[in-house]
């Protein structure tokens, strides 16, 4: 069985997913796969120089954040030009990764549910001023910085809407109870 955890940034899946890992599920993390695999595969990182410039990559290899990120926000078309690059090979990654879990913060976003099949979707949900807060003090951005990013997902109502399960993350919700809901009914 393939389960996906999602949701906005600022969320709170990182959160849940480590919840998960402390009672020994693997879960598959979409960010930290992407970030890899754009540090290691020559084909990726062959693909991201050809669309953005060489400026893509520091001198020492490593991808460089700034550039990418600005790239990406600069246009819709750009967005989608990267994940063209980068999801497919995430995906593959996945596939070959033995986990049956996976976290994608743009798992509809990025047709990443259409890549590859799962099962079950879970939604982790938080009201907005939370996830301006956590990223605010994760990122060390502005409040304006962290709604531009959320402004560039999803809209959280319509992830929960297309999800099977929704984690409410807001703080007070107690996230282990739901976890055990979720998995009693996926283990029924």
């Given at each position: 069985?393939?389960?996906?955890?999602?949701?906005?940034?600022?969320?709170?899946?990182?959160?849940?997913?480590?919840?998960?890992?402390?009672?020994?599920?693997?879960?598959?993390?979409?960010?930290?796969?992407?970030?890899?695999?754009?540090?290691?595969?020559?084909a990726?990182?062959?693909?991201?120089?050809?669309?953005?410039?060489?400026?893509?990559?520091?001198?020492?290899g490593?991808?460089?954040?700034?550039?990418?990120?600005?790239?990406?926000?600069?246009?819709?078309?750009?967005?989608?030009?990267?994940?063209?690059?980068?999801?497919?090979?995430v995906?593959?990654?996945?596939?070959?990764?033995?986990?049956?879990?996976?976290?994608?913060?743009?798992?509809?976003?990025?047709?990443?549910?259409?890549?590859?099949?799962f099962?079950?979707?879970?939604?982790?949900?938080?009201?907005?001023?939370?996830?301006?807060?956590?990223?605010?003090?994760?990122?060390?951005?502005?409040?304006?910085?962290?709604?531009?990013?959320?402004?560039?997902?999803?809209?959280?109502?319509?992830?929960?809407?297309?999800?099977?399960?929704?984690?409410?993350?807001?703080?007070?919700?107690?996230?282990?109870?739901?976890?055990?809901?979720?998995?009693?009914?996926?283990?029924?």
């Amino acid at each position: 069985m393939k389960i996906a955890i999602t949701g906005g940034i600022g969320s709170g899946k990182s959160y849940v997913c480590d919840a998960l890992r402390r009672r020994g599920i693997k879960v598959y993390d979409c960010d930290s796969a992407a970030k890899r695999l754009m540090k290691s595969s020559p084909a990726l990182i062959h693909d991201l120089k050809q669309l953005i410039g060489d400026d893509a990559y520091n001198e020492d290899g490593r991808p460089c954040q700034r550039v990418i990120a600005k790239f990406l926000l600069e246009s819709e078309a750009n967005k989608q030009a990267i994940n063209d690059i980068v999801h497919p090979a995430v995906a593959r990654d996945f596939e070959q990764s033995g986990c049956d879990w996976l976290e994608s913060a743009i798992l509809f976003d990025a047709d990443f549910d259409k890549r590859t099949h799962f099962d079950y979707v879970v939604c982790v949900s938080a009201p907005l001023n939370v996830r301006i807060e956590r990223i605010m003090k994760r990122d060390n951005i502005a409040d304006s910085e962290a709604r531009e990013w959320i402004k560039k997902q999803m809209p959280q109502e319509e992830v929960a809407q297309r999800s099977d399960f929704v984690i409410e993350n807001d703080g007070k919700a107690n996230i282990e109870q739901q976890i055990n809901k979720i998995i009693s009914k996926l283990t029924d």
